[in-house]
């Protein structure tokens, strides 16, 4: 009771919170616009005319109307997309740039896949893992970063300009509904189980707060300072809840409190999937090791490390997995170029000198050169120096020193978990950090011109495409686990991840969005379609909070059943919505 009662104290504190900002925020001044719904209103000014006017145009006057309308910029990014669309291709091919954005898109997903999987993940396990964090700590912090990454970031992005804040929206509430209707009822078909009942229900009743303070927000319209640090303190106190509930049931099983330790991955999944980047003859097995010892030469050692393919493994997957291969290798390679990996399940921590050394310098040329656009790195220093240049020189100075200093055998102090920083580790979090942030960015970009082009609103295109992208990867490992024997963690990751994504995702998206321009975060929700998206994930919610007690945690193939079809019908809604087949009765 100690923890519900909490729980209900914090929900309760929350609203009041939410309602005394409400009473309050006329007095904040006048608040920033993002738009929820279908048009941007802008940010401190009048926008003018919407980029979805450009459709109305006669070909001949659309370029001139996407280069002279302020809403068509796009904010961010390397790729000027609608630009692309209206002034490069004539529009006669149209249909070719669409297509063309349509598999550029695809391939974003791809690279925010890699990046987190097999650069991003690893080195939060070896922050973590030096941090000595227990697995209920790591999971619900670091695990859940990590698994929810692309989600948040482009929830960071989308909620950074007011024109693609209904992106945001349609992702998070979009994302929630698939996870916790197609990926739970999918789980429930595949191993039908019974789940664990107090995680269970600690982690429902945490989202429909969540959801409902959502909901709030967007009745009343804006989201003040206090709200959105009202979302990451919210988060703060469900990890405090989740470790308290943890050391409460084990000291009543009589086992005491865990014991801080390593936190290592439950469930391992396929080889591919847990090959570190840069592996060595070594890791191979026994039979491809060498008969007689020898020490590597540092050519030898950068190269293979740099190659992203196994040729052992080459030869004995099927075709469409050498095929995605393909696709996958010059992402991987450049991420192995620029992103270092420490990977504590190794003997030397995955320590390879040369490469490492070369991380050094490109490394935090990438942070600068992704940082606005590249604007930081191009910027010069008392108009003569660049700062690209300065970094280059820093790092190859630093590398320089750090080559002469160490040895290709054995991983350095700075490498190893023993020395509190991990300075690899902490760069490479950031360099794929700044990785996923870039295509993140990209990504928002080519919804909005996608939308502009076809008229869609943000929200039905976060709700689909971008919620869809951002859950096919916990869609299919959470099926995976599933079908190895795991259903109830399986099940319990919809949940938890997922509660991650909604309180920081809007907590963080907001409260940075107030850094650059005031104190009150303005949504406006002019779209029928917002109110059924917050709706249906309440009401499924609501369902799944009745249904599984009622059936005393035992989920089988009619539960699983009922949440797709839900989750199809409230797409058929959501779409018959948008094309205003379903629309509000004119008064």
Not at 339 to 346: C, S
Not at 391 to 398: D, H, I, N, T, Y
């Amino acid at each position: 009771m100690g923890p519900l009662w909490a729980l209900r104290v914090a929900g309760a504190l929350s609203v009041a919170g939410v309602l005394a900002g409400h009473d309050g925020s006329q007095r904040a001044g006048q608040p920033a616009a993002l738009d929820a719904g279908t048009r941007g209103d802008g940010v401190g000014h009048d926008r003018g005319v919407d980029c979805r006017e450009v459709r109305k145009r006669n070909s001949s006057e659309r370029c001139r109307f996407v280069r002279g309308t302020p809403d068509c910029r796009l904010d961010g990014g390397f790729l000027d997309y609608l630009g692309g669309a209206f002034c490069t291709f004539p529009s006669s091919l149209l249909p070719l740039s669409v297509s063309l954005y349509a598999l550029w898109l695809l391939y974003l997903f791809v690279i925010l896949g890699v990046t987190a999987e097999k650069f991003f993940c690893p080195n939060l396990s070896a922050i973590s893992t030096n941090l000595k964090l227990s697995h209920n700590v790591a999971g619900v912090t670091f695990l859940a970063f990590g698994n929810g990454a692309p989600d948040i970031f482009s929830a960071v992005v989308a909620f950074s300009d007011p024109r693609t804040a209904g992106l945001a929206v349609g992702a998070i509430f979009g994302a929630g509904i698939f996870v916790t209707t197609v990926v739970a009822g999918g789980i429930a078909l595949v191993k039908p189980f019974a789940a664990a009942s107090r995680p269970f229900l600690r982690d429902v009743i945490f989202y429909m707060v969540a959801v409902f303070l959502t909901f709030l927000v967007l009745y009343f319209g804006y989201i003040t300072l206090g709200e959105a640090l009202g979302y990451l303190g919210l988060y703060v106190f469900y990890v405090f809840t989740v470790v308290l509930c943890t050391w409460i049931h084990r000291w009543q099983r009589g086992d005491g409190p865990p014991p801080p330790g390593p936190w290592e991955p439950a469930i391992p999944t396929d080889a591919e999937e847990q090959e570190s980047s840069g592996t060595n003859c070594g890791d191979y097995g026994e039979e491809y090791r060498p008969l007689l010892p020898y020490h590597e030469t540092s050519l030898h050692i950068l190269s293979t490390a740099l190659s992203p393919l196994d040729k052992h493994k080459w030869r004995r997957k099927p075709w469409y997995w050498r095929l995605f291969k393909v696709l996958k290798v010059p992402v991987e390679l450049v991420l192995l170029l620029t992103v270092p990996v420490v990977d504590p399940d190794k003997d030397d921590l995955n320590w390879k000198r040369p490469l490492n050394c070369l991380h050094i310098v490109t490394g935090p040329l990438l942070c600068i050169f992704t940082l606005k656009s590249g604007a930081y790195g191009l910027y010069q220093i008392q108009g003569v120096f660049p700062v690209w240049a300065l970094v280059a020189l820093a790092g190859s100075v630093l590398a320089i020193i750090v080559f002469v200093t160490t040895h290709n055998e054995e991983p350095p102090k700075y490498h190893c978990l023993t020395w509190s920083w991990q300075v690899f580790a902490f760069l490479g979090f950031l360099s794929s950090a700044m990785w996923i942030n870039a295509a993140a960015t990209e990504l928002v970009n080519i919804l909005r011109t996608l939308g502009i082009i076809f008229e869609l609103s943000n929200t039905v295109l976060g709700l689909t495409l971008l919620a869809w992208g951002n859950s096919i990867g916990d869609t299919f490992s959470d099926l995976t686990m599933a079908r190895q024997g795991y259903p109830r963690m399986a099940f319990s990751a919809c949940f938890g991840g997922i509660i991650f994504n909604i309180l920081v995702g809007v907590g963080l998206g907001c409260l940075l969005q107030m850094t650059n321009s005031q104190m009150v975060v303005k949504l406006e929700p002019d779209s029928l379609l917002v109110w059924i998206l917050a709706g249906a994930l309440g009401l499924s919610l609501v369902f799944s909070f009745v249904a599984v007690p009622a059936q005393c945690f035992q989920l089988g193939k009619a539960y699983g059943t009922c949440l797709i079809l839900y989750y199809l019908v409230f797409l058929c809604v959501a779409l018959l919505t948008e094309f205003r087949v379903i629309h509000l009765a004119a008064t």
